[in-house]
């Protein structure tokens, strides 16, 4: 049946199967390494930094270590010259500072891990703040909020 049809048309016909198949396995390749399409959280940042029960209590530490310091501070400064206070009031600084870098940095961490808990949960891949999202998105803040142990 071959036969009568020239080597050419013959040659092209082979080319085109192979060229399709080698055209459908790529596509195949590509449809496959395609990402997947992108789900947006959006969250209440103002809300979640200082109702989610971690940082609220961080913040709540750090508020009464300041006025513990401030308290110590004062006292210490008192009828103390210009130079003295200046050198109390950068002692008292760090001190504050390192407090509060001890108290927000777990509290930080257990925020972040919630939000991860319940984006995968949701199936979102992006958050991002809802001042930022004007249209669209899922909110999750109350969720993040349930993880982190609110009621």
């Keep these: 049946m071959f036969k009568n049809l020239p080597k050419t048309l013959v040659t092209m ?3 085109s199967v ?12 590509v449809s496959s390494a395609a990402p997947e399409p992108v789900v ?25 270590q300041k006025a513990t310091l401030e308290k ?4 210490k400064a008192e009828n103390q010259d210009e130079e003295t206070q200046k ?17 927000l940095e777990p ?4 925020l972040k891990d919630a939000i991860a808990a319940v984006a995968k ?3 979102v891949n992006v958050v991002l703040d809802l001042n930022v999202v004007h249209l669209g ?15």
């Design 13 to 15: 016909l082979i080319c």
């Design 18 to 29: 192979v060229i399709g198949a080698g055209a459908g396995l790529m596509n195949l390749a």
């Design 40 to 64: 947006i959280g959006k969250i209440d940042g103002p809300k979640l930094n200082s109702e989610f029960p971690a940082l609220k209590a961080a913040w709540d530490n750090i508020s009464k």
């Design 72 to 75: 110590e501070l004062n006292s």
């Design 87 to 103: 050198v109390l009031l950068d002692q008292y600084n760090k001190k504050y500072n390192d407090y509060a870098k001890t108290q």
């Design 107 to 110: 509290a930080t961490k257990s």
């Design 121 to 123: 949960e949701k199936g």
């Design 137 to 151: 998105g899922i909110d999750i803040t109350d969720a993040v909020m349930k993880k982190g142990g609110a009621k």
